[in-house]
C-alpha cells in the first residue's frame, strides 16, 4: 500500500529543508571557522582591497556606508564595517538571518562552539574521522574585533 501524498509532501519538504540546513552548516564553516579562512579570503580579499582603494580617505566622524546585498551568515559586512564602513548586511534566507544573528550577538569569546559540519555526509571521506571532525566556531570574537575598530554593524530581511 502506497502512504498518503501528504506523507510524501511532508517527507518531501523535510528533505528539502534538511538539505539547506546542512548547506548553511558547510557556510558557517567557511565563513566563520579557521578551516574556512582560504576559501573565505579568496572571496572576500578583493572585495575589501577594492572598498579600501576607492575610499582611501575614510573619516571617522563620517564614514562611507556599505549595503552588502545578500549577505549571507554576516562574515562579509563584519569585515567592511572593521574597514571603517557602516556597512549593512542585506539577506532574502531566514535561515541565513537567524544563523548570522546568532554568531553575531551571542558569541561570547572565539571559538565557543563546536559544529559537527560533516557528520551526515560520507561524501570524500577517508575514515570515519574525517566525517565525525569538529569544527570550532566563530574563528574571531566579533564583538571584540568590532569594538577594536571602532565597528558598526546593521542587520536586515530584503523583501
Known amino acids: 500500500m502506497d502512504p498518503p501524498l501528504v506523507t510524501i509532501y511532508f517527507l518531501g519538504c523535510l528533505s528539502y529543508y534538511n ?13 566563520w571557522a579557521a578551516e574556512g579562512k582560504k576559501e573565505c579570503d579568496q572571496c572576500y580579499k578583493p ?3 577594492e572598498l579600501d582603494g576607492l575610499f582611501p580617505n575614510r573619516s571617522k566622524d563620517r564614514p562611507p556606508s556599505c549595503l552588502v546585498p545578500g549577505a549571507g551568515l554576516g562574515r562579509l559586512a563584519l ?6 564602513f557602516i556597512s549593512q548586511g542585506n539577506e532574502f534566507s531566514y535561515y541565513m538571518m ?9 558569541a561570547q569569546i572565539a571559538e565557543q562552539w563546536t559544529i559537527y559540519p560533516w557528520i551526515h555526509s560520507n561524501c570524500n571521506s577517508l575514515s570515519d574521522n574525517d566525517q565525525l ?3 570550532l566556531i566563530p574563528d574571531i570574537h ?18
Open 133 to 135: 571532525r569538529p569544527v
Open 79 to 84: 569585515e567592511i564595517s572593521c574597514l571603517g
Open 98 to 106: 537567524i544563523c548570522s544573528s546568532f554568531i553575531l550577538n551571542n
Open 47 to 49: 572585495i575589501l582591497e
Open 19 to 31: 538539505l539547506y540546513v546542512r548547506c548553511i552548516i558547510r557556510n558557517i564553516v567557511r565563513d
Open 142 to 159: 566579533q564583538a571584540s574585533f568590532l569594538r577594536a575598530n571602532h565597528a558598526n554593524i546593521v542587520e536586515s530581511i530584503q523583501t
